[in-house]
């Protein structure tokens, strides 16, 4: 049996996320917030009106969507005929007024691209890549079916996504990991390292038998840290324009004044390099094809209006408060600038997009530069 084999084995065994009707209501799931992809891959386009579900497993992600974004024609694939089946059977159940359309399809298949047709402006693809031995065929392909500004949301396991050290660990219990039997004695185990940790990825002797099937016991696994997947990425005509990770990191490194020697030239670098001090569990990542290529230190930035900035009177002696506010991460802060600092961040804000020459004509002092990253690190995208 193939490596592939295996792998499919094993979610025809046990479709993910399951078959429990109430995935249907598309509330649970770990996708980002929908405002956070369109923000980040489509700055001031209007909604997404044909997307891809890449990997659907029984169509918890495609029910997401589909509830926030009711109007688009959705179309999800996965490789597997059992999970398919399922996905539509829930679908029929739910009797939903505009069904997505469910299909059986190997993302690796060369004759991805004719089969789906192309016009995708949104293509999401969450947690399966960490899955598949050759992730490259499936980028290419996603890349062949893409409409131009179009973007691509990528969920994948990071360096210290767990579960290989759990497989070490599970193994010195004489446990066979690979095949998902003993689960009684197997969550047992996890209950001791459920005890031992209390990181994001947790919590794994509760979790659903398709849960532990695939990420606890599947046969392979890409547990790779934001480098390698930007490297690959790129390989394959992408550049990421956003990780989910990054303002929040920025922010809280900004709020401590520690921001300085991580000035940068591109938001995949500064990713990296934050990525590579704390390695994620999971990387939420949205990727674009760029339009032309242009070099790094002219990339404009656009401005993605997830952070609200209000400018405040400047005060007596001439420094302006700029309050920045989301509600999407349900973050505020305020940024005391020099009159000359504020004038340059409300010329990139009025603009939506740093305007041509800026970074030629800025970018030399140390001052501007760290205008640049509030902008950049406060929503705008690469
Ligand atoms: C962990 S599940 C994620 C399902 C779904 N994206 C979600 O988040 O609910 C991974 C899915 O990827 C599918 N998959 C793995 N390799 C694939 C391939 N080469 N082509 C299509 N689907 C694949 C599996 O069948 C499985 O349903």
Redesign the pocket.
């Known amino acids: 049996m193939t490596p ?1 084999e295996k ?2 084995r094993n ?1 025809e065994r046990l ?3 399951g078959a429990d009707p109430r995935i249907v209501e598309g509330k649970g ?1 770990s996708l980002p917030p929908l405002r956070w992809l369109q923000g980040l891959g489509r700055p001031g386009q209007p909604k997404p009106e044909r997307v891809l ?5 029984t169509g ?2 495609a029910f997401v969507i589909r509830r926030h974004l009711p109007k688009a024609e959705i179309v999800a ?4 005929p059992r ?1 398919i089946a399922v996905a539509q059977r829930l679908q029929r159940a739910a009797k939903l007024a505009r069904p997505i359309t469910f299909a059986v ?4 298949d060369p004759g991805l691209p004719a089969k789906l047709g192309d016009g995708f402006d949104l293509i999401t ?4 890549l960490s ?2 031995p050759e992730p490259a065929t ?1 980028l290419e392909n996603f890349a062949a079916v893409l409409r131009p500004g179009g973007a691509l949301y990528l ?1 994948v396991n990071g360096e210290s996504h767990p579960a290989l050290r759990l497989r070490t660990w599970l193994a010195g219990f004489g446990l066979d990991v690979e095949t998902l039997s003993e689960e009684r004695r197997l969550r047992e185990v996890l209950k001791i390292w459920d005890a031992l940790h209390d990181d994001d990825l947790q919590g794994f002797a509760s979790m659903s038998p398709s849960y532990l099937a ?2 606890v016991c599947g046969s392979h696994f890409n547990n790779w840290p934001l480098t390698r997947w930007r490297a690959l990425a790129n390989g394959s005509g992408w550049e990421l324009a956003g990780s989910w990770l990054l303002p929040l990191a920025l922010r809280l490194l900004m709020a401590g004044e520690m921001h300085r020697s991580l000035f940068q030239t591109g938001l995949g670098e500064l990713a990296e390099r934050l990525d590579q001090a704390r390695p994620a569990g999971f990387h939420k990542l949205l990727l674009r094809r760029p339009e032309t290529p242009a070099p790094t230190s002219e990339k404009a930035l656009r401005w993605t209006g997830i952070y609200s900035p209000r400018f405040l009177k400047p005060a007596a002696d001439g420094r302006v408060t700029v309050v920045l506010h989301s509600s999407l991460f349900n973050l505020s802060q305020d940024w005391s600038l020099t009159s000359r600092q504020a004038k340059a961040l409300r010329e990139l804000v009025d603009a939506g997009v740093t305007p041509k020459g800026w970074l030629t004509q800025w970018g030399r002092s140390e001052a501007a530069r760290r205008i640049l990253w509030l902008w950049a690190g406060f929503g705008a995208v690469a």
């Open positions: 592939v792998i499919k979610y479709p993910y996320p799931g579900v890449a990997g659907c497993g918890a992600e694939v996965d490789f597997s999970s399809a190997d993302l690796t693809c969450h947690g399966v899955y598949i499936a969920g695939s990420d």
